[in-house]
């Protein structure tokens, strides 16, 4: 195990529906985060996760 795995950690998320950001927060993980993140199912679309951490972006579509 290394020291890596314990250091604290910021972590960006940002949610779009569509085009329109509609939620971005920053986080700090040590050395993990649990989020659930709950969207108006009335709402059906296209939506986007992009979540920035340690100079990687992970990207998920998305549809409800």
């Known amino acids: 195990v290394t020291d890596s795995l314990f250091k604290e950690e910021t972590i960006e998320i940002e949610i779009y529906y569509k085009y329109d950001l509609i939620l971005s927060e920053a986080l700090i993980a ?8 709950k969207l108006d199912e009335t709402i059906k679309g296209s939506y986007t996760a992009i979540i920035r951490v340690n100079d990687r972006v ?4 998305f549809e409800l």
Not at 30 to 37: D, E, G, L, M, S
Not at 58 to 61: L, R
Request: proline share 8%.
């Open 30 to 37: 040590n050395p993990t985060i649990k989020r659930v993140y």
């Open 58 to 61: 992970y990207i998920e579509n």
